[in-house]
């Protein structure tokens, strides 16, 4: 079996409303994007664990609670999922990532929170855009 399959079976993935209860029952909300995507907005209540980050600060996560992890479409938090199940966690991804949960009106941490596009491009744009409001 493919190693990609592998991962995509095994993965659970969760709606908006199962992530919300999880958190609301004690789970750990974790955002494996990048800097720029953090700091652009983000889901409240959660804490930013950067997937390259991740094998050096899975000793941050409390591994005897669960672990929703986002980031803004599914990929990265499919792969931070996989680890940590791999490492002994209670982890699942967020179904449709931040994105989703942005377009179902739910609400991001702050006003003027937006969903940043991801990659080195995007960091760029969004720097001289804060650069020419500031």
């Keep these: 079996m493919a190693e990609g399959a592998k991962a995509e079976e095994t993965t659970r993935e969760v709606s908006r409303e199962e992530a919300q209860k999880l958190v609301d029952e004690g789970a750990q909300l974790v955002d494996v994007r990048v800097d720029h995507e953090w700091e652009a907005g983000r889901i409240a209540g959660a804490t930013h664990l950067p997937l390259a980050e991740l094998a ?40 449709e990532g931040i994105v989703g949960w942005e377009e179902a009106g739910l609400e991001l941490d702050s006003e003027g929170s937006y969903v940043a596009e991801s990659g080195e491009a995007a960091a760029l744009i969004q720097a001289r855009k804060r650069a020419a409001q500031g």
Excluded: H, I, W
Aim: aromatic share 4%; with cysteine.
């Design 56 to 95: 050096e600060r899975t000793g941050e996560l409390d591994q005897d609670r669960p672990v929703v992890l986002y980031c803004r479409g599914g990929t990265r938090s499919s792969m931070a999922a996989e680890a940590l199940e791999g490492a002994g966690f209670d982890a699942v991804k967020l179904s």
